[in-house]
């Protein structure tokens, strides 16, 4: 075994040996070509790239309390409009017209309140002429104020009065004033009593 491995190693160095008597010699070639300078391997210099430095993030801005507030009252707004089902825009829709249908319409006017009243009128005496008395009272004027019927009524000794009806309208025509107007008529009448008064 011994005489085996020593062989090997002898043929190993024998082949190193003229590797490298090639390589001098190609070397020495090399040599002659540059004019007799010597070739050395020419490593490259680490070109040192400039150190940029990073530039700082954007920060982003938080939006304030109060503009989240704002922004969801709108998103609500805008759900609520994107919401909207196709009925509940027909309802609506329906109910705008009605609104709009009923402003156009006119207002009716209030009803006339009207009232029925009956007065008893007295002479002075059995001489006062009822007729011309009438006569005097019938030219009462007030707005609102319709003469109706009327006829005599006895009192006793002879005496009689006059009864006559009235229709009057509330808002314009007061009990207390018509009074007064035929009480001014002093050479006929004595007194005025109310013998009724009935709402219309």
Not at 104 to 119: F, G, H, I, R, T
Not at 166 to 194: A, H
Request: hydrophobic share 35%; with cysteine; charged share 40%.
């Amino acid at each position: 075994k011994s005489s085996v491995s020593s062989g090997i190693n002898a043929e190993y160095g024998a082949h190193l040996f003229n590797v490298t008597n090639i390589l001098a010699r190609r070397l020495a070639e090399l040599e002659k070509l540059l004019d007799g300078q010597p070739l050395a391997a020419s490593v490259p210099e680490p070109v040192a790239k400039p150190v940029t430095k990073a530039e700082p993030k954007p920060v982003k801005k938080e939006e304030s309390d109060d503009d989240d507030d704002f922004n969801f009252g709108d998103d609500d707004e805008e759900e609520e409009e994107k919401g909207e089902t196709e009925m509940q825009k027909m309802k609506r829709l329906a109910a705008e017209k009605k609104a709009a249908e009923a402003a156009k319409k006119p207002k009716k006017p209030a009803p006339v309140l009207k009232s029925n009243v009956v007065l008893d009128i007295k002479p002075w005496d059995d001489e006062t002429d009822l007729d011309e008395m009438e006569k005097a009272v019938r030219g009462v004027f007030m707005e609102g104020l319709t003469w109706g019927d009327s006829k005599r009524v006895e009192i006793g000794f002879g005496i009689k009065k006059l009864r006559i009806s009235t229709c009057i309208i509330d808002e314009l025509v007061g009990l207390y004033d018509l009074e007064d107007k035929i009480q001014e008529l002093e050479d006929f009448v004595q007194s005025v009593d109310i013998v009724s008064h009935n709402k219309i």
